[in-house]
Every structure is written in C-alpha cells, then in structure tokens.
C-alpha cells in the first residue's frame, strides 16, 4: 500500500508514468550552496551544524538553507499543516521563511533529529496530538533520480527515512546514496520545493 501510494504522490508531483522519467524540475550548479543545511537549538539559539548532539539530547528546532540565507527554513507547507491532525502523508516539503522559533512555535517547521546508531540520522516533525504518527523527511524508497520530490511519510524506521550528513551539511539519502536534499532551481523565495538531486 505505501508503495501505490508513494507511487501516486510521485506521478502527480513530477508527471511520471508508464516508467519513463519526466524532464527534470531543475538543475543544480556545481557548488553545494543549495544543498547544505543547517539548525539552530531553540534552546538558546546556538547554531549547530546537522549531526551534532554536543550538549546532550541530540538536535531539535528549525533546518535551514545556506543557499536561500539564514531567513529560509525547510517547512512542511501551510496548505498541508493543520495541527492537531496532523500531515498528510506524502506532502512535499519545501522552504518557507523561518518563524519565531521561541519555545517550538511553530511546529511546521520543529524538526526532531534522532540518532539511527548506524552513522545515519533520521528527521521528524512534532505533532500536536498523540492520536496521529509523526512524520519523517522521506526520500521515497526506490527512486534514485534527479527531481523526486522529499516528503513527509510516517515514520517507520526504512532507508528512505535515513540521511547522513555531509561535509559542508549536505542531507544525502541513504535509500539513494549519491542523491541531496536541494532547493530546486536554487529557489530562494517561499514555496521552493525540496527534490533529491546528486549530490554536488
């Protein structure tokens, strides 16, 4: 079932069908700005790159865009938010002016970083009500091409839902190795959408 339904999120956002491969969405240039990322402790506003748990507690607040400034942070779209019932499954993330992020305001844009133990991370957003799962940054299983969309999924632990970080904060895809998390067309502006493209 999730298969048929990653499969249909993916038709309708990239126009694939049939097996044949949609013209891409956008073209990364050759530096990383557009893939490398960032966050911040809400705690006390300390910037710390992806990937650092120094403090204790591991990371917990807002992702945002090296590329788009530090004004732009990696959200889960407002038409698709509506707390507390959580997201749908299989929207589309994308960059959106970052909130007032005092006490996890904005939950849109609260992202949990947890520690896979295995050298990956994996990157939920909070939920306000324990009735609905919490959702995971998702890379879709299986497809390994520039343009796929990345999405929110029910988190469920598989390699799509696993990210290592690279050196200059890139977010890779595990289930595609060699593949970014990247504002496409190098967007700087609310609404960019986030698509995996190799990694530059």
């Known amino acids: 079932m999730r298969s048929l339904r990653k499969s249909a999120a993916l038709i309708a956002a990239t126009g694939l069908a049939g097996g044949v491969v949609a013209a ?3 073209v ?3 530096t990383q700005a557009n893939q ?3 966050g911040t402790q809400n705690s006390n506003g300390i910037w710390n790159y992806l990937g650092n748990t120094s403090g204790g507690g591991g990371f917990r607040g807002q992702i945002r865009n090296f590329h788009a400034g530090s004004g732009m942070c990696l959200s889960v779209p407002d038409s698709a938010f509506n707390p507390p019932f959580g997201v749908p499954s299989g929207a589309q993330v994308e960059l959106d002016g970052c909130q007032n992020d005092a006490n996890h305001a904005d939950t849109s844009q609260d992202w949990i970083q947890s520690d896979n133990g295995d050298g990956s991370w994996s990157y939920s957003i909070l939920l306000t009500s324990d009735l609905v799962q919490d959702e995971c940054l ?3 299983a299986g497809h390994h091409y ?3 969309p990345v999405e929110v999924w029910p988190c469920n632990g598989d390699s799509a839902q696993k990210w290592t970080i690279g050196p200059g904060g890139e977010l890779q895809s595990v289930d595609a190795p060699g593949f970014c998390a990247d504002a496409t067309n190098w967007g700087t502006t ?3 959408p986030i698509q995996l493209w190799r990694c530059t």
Do not use: E, F
Request: proline content about 6%; hydrophobic content about 35%; some cysteine.
């Open 24 to 26: 891409c969405p956008g």
């Open 28 to 30: 990364a240039s050759a």
């Open 36 to 38: 490398a990322w960032a």
């Open 138 to 140: 998702d890379s879709l």
């Open 146 to 148: 520039d343009g796929s």
């Open 190 to 192: 609310n609404g960019t």
